[in-house]
Nanobody, 122 residues
Framework: QVQLVESGGGLVQAGGSLRLSCAAS????????MAWYRQAPGKQRDLVATITRGGRKNYADSVKDRFTISRDNAKNTVYLQMDSLKPEDTAVYYC????????????????WGQGTQVTVSS
């Protein structure tokens, strides 16, 4: 079994910062790409940022130059540093990771965290 557990959400004023963490645990043989998504009330879940195992990063246009994704492969953890937060960043943020659990095959399965609420007040 694999679990992704997010932490670091909360309430912050516009212009403030938050740092989200997501730690993977369980029977893990390898982790591929990791990502953060977010879902605002009444809207679809959108991709925020991705990072490959080698560290290549991509961001949604709406968060470029404000958010930074990083990972610690030794700790099976991905982070999202969020600066200059805006009210429109308010959403539930979800961690996502491609994880290999088998010693026999090299197939990866997508896992999701339970989500952490980020609320930005104006």
């Amino acid at each position: 079994q694999v679990q992704l557990v997010e932490s670091g959400g909360g309430l912050v004023q516009a212009g403030g910062s938050l740092r989200l963490s997501c730690a993977a645990s369980g029977t893990i043989r390898g982790i591929g790409a990791m990502a953060w998504y977010r879902q605002a009330p009444g809207k679809q879940r959108d991709l925020v940022a991705t990072i490959t195992r080698g560290g290549r990063k991509n961001y949604a246009d709406s968060v470029k130059d404000r958010f930074t994704i990083s990972r610690d492969n030794a700790k099976n953890t991905v982070y999202l540093q969020m600066d200059s937060l805006k009210p429109e960043d308010t959403a539930v943020y979800y961690c996502n990771a491609e994880i290999r659990t088998s010693l026999v095959t090299y197939s990866y399965t997508e896992y999701w965290g339970q989500g952490t609420q980020v609320t930005v007040s104006s």
